[in-house]
T-cell receptor, first 112, second 115 residues
Framework: EDKVVQSPLSLVVHEGDTVTLNCSYEVTNFRSLLWYKQEKKAPTFLFMLTSSGIEKKSGRLSSILDKKELFSILNITATQTGDSAVYLCAEHSGAGSYQLTFGKGTKLSVIP | ETGVTQTPRHLVMGMTNKKSLKCEQHLGHNAMYWYKQSAKKPLELMFVYNFKEQTENNSVPSRFSPECPNSSHLFLHLHTLQPEDSALYLC??????????????FGPGTRLTVL
């Protein structure tokens, strides 16, 4: 059973739309939740969330964590074709562990 | 190129070949990681090195052999691979000393094809 579940697995939107990507995770020894954007090869870091209810924002992207319901969302407003990518969610859990557990990703396609 | 670099970017090898993947990080980090990314699967952690010591090995077959001579360099030695080992191999690094959280930075990956 997957420990980090992302939804939807793929999404097609038009430029200018707002999208919400979802990530649910398991609670065992939770330390942080991370979002990455993967366009061609290297995943690039977007956000790291450790506290519930505190929104992190970077331009048109924002993310929030709900530690009670065990999920996080990534919002992208006024989408552009350059936002087309796979968005990965990862959980860092376990004291003394450096392992990140990744979800399968959400493939976002933004069409003109 | 700065950050985390990987060579080669593409590799095609036969099942009897021996090859090595190289990763180098220029970020002053102390931990390095190898991941495998196959189609329609989550990123799979293979190995973790912290201060040159291997701390995690996620049941990876022995045909994959990692080497970490120092905190800036990481190798993955490959031999007698199978076609199902074809995938994107990503290297990452992070600062774990004195850090509560594990923000990892990734290299561009090596696209490996095993014939």
């Amino acid at each position: 059973e997957d420990k980090v579940v992302q939804s939807p697995l793929s999404l097609v939107v038009h430029e200018g739309d707002t999208v919400t990507l979802n990530c649910s995770y398991e609670v065992t020894n939770f330390r942080s939740l991370l979002w990455y954007k993967q366009e061609k090869k290297a995943p690039t870091f977007l956000f790291m969330l450790t506290s519930s209810g505190i929104e992190k924002k970077s331009g048109r992207l924002s993310s929030i964590l709900d530690k009670k319901e065990l999920f996080s969302i990534l919002n992208i407003t006024a989408t552009q074709t350059g936002d087309s990518a796979v968005y990965l969610c990862a959980e860092h859990s376990g004291a003394g562990s450096y392992q990140l557990t990744f979800g399968k990703g959400t493939k976002l396609s933004v069409i003109p | 190129e700065t950050g985390v670099t990987q060579t080669p970017r593409h590799l095609v090898m036969g099942m009897t070949n021996k090859k090595s993947l190289k990763c180098e990080q220029h970020l002053g980090h102390n931990a390095m990681y190898w991941y495998k990314q196959s189609a329609k699967k989550p990123l799979e952690l293979m190995f973790v090195y912290n201060f040159k010591e291997q701390t995690e090995n996620n049941s990876v077959p022995s045909r994959f052999s990692p080497e970490c001579p120092n905190s800036s360099h990481l190798f993955l030695h490959l031999h007698t691979l199978q076609p199902e080992d074809s995938a994107l191999y990503l290297c990452a690094s992070s600062l774990t000393r004195g850090a509560d959280y594990n923000e990892q930075f990734f290299g561009p990956g090596t696209r490996l094809t095993v014939l």
